[in-house]
Nanobody, 121 residues
């Protein structure tokens, strides 16, 4: 199983970025896909998740109304559209796969490499 995250970069506050997570190696229709982030000196935290088969979603309170998670079944890819970015969104963002829609990191069995998002003020 491989998860490849991409799309990070440097953006000014108020701007937008779209992260992508391409999944390969098995069928992900029974999985949930999540995004987590880790800022310097802080613990990794949940951002958003989506159930692949039902399109159910879950968001951290800090990103509700600004971030949108979605998936493209044909491309086996999950996206995180990030709008109205704030400096406090600066972090390394990771995608991961779990058996259930959850914010609990220990429920995610597969992890991709991170992609850096930097929001300047």
């Amino acid at each position: 199983v491989q998860l490849q995250a991409s799309g990070g970069g440097l953006v000014q506050a108020g701007g937008s970025l779209r992260l992508s997570c391409a999944a390969s190696g098995r069928t992900f229709s029974s999985y949930a896909m999540g995004w987590f982030r880790q800022a310097p000196g802080k613990e990794r935290e949940f951002v958003a998740a989506i159930r692949w088969s039902t399109d159910s979603t879950s968001y951290a309170d800090s990103v509700k109304g600004r971030f949108t998670i979605s998936r493209d079944n044909a491309k086996n890819t999950v996206y995180l559209q990030m709008n109205s970015l704030k400096p406090e969104d600066t972090a390394v963002y990771y995608c991961a796969a779990a058996w259930a829609l959850t914010s609990r990191q220990n429920q995610y069995a597969y992890w991709g490499q991170g992609t850096q998002v930097t929001v300047s003020s």
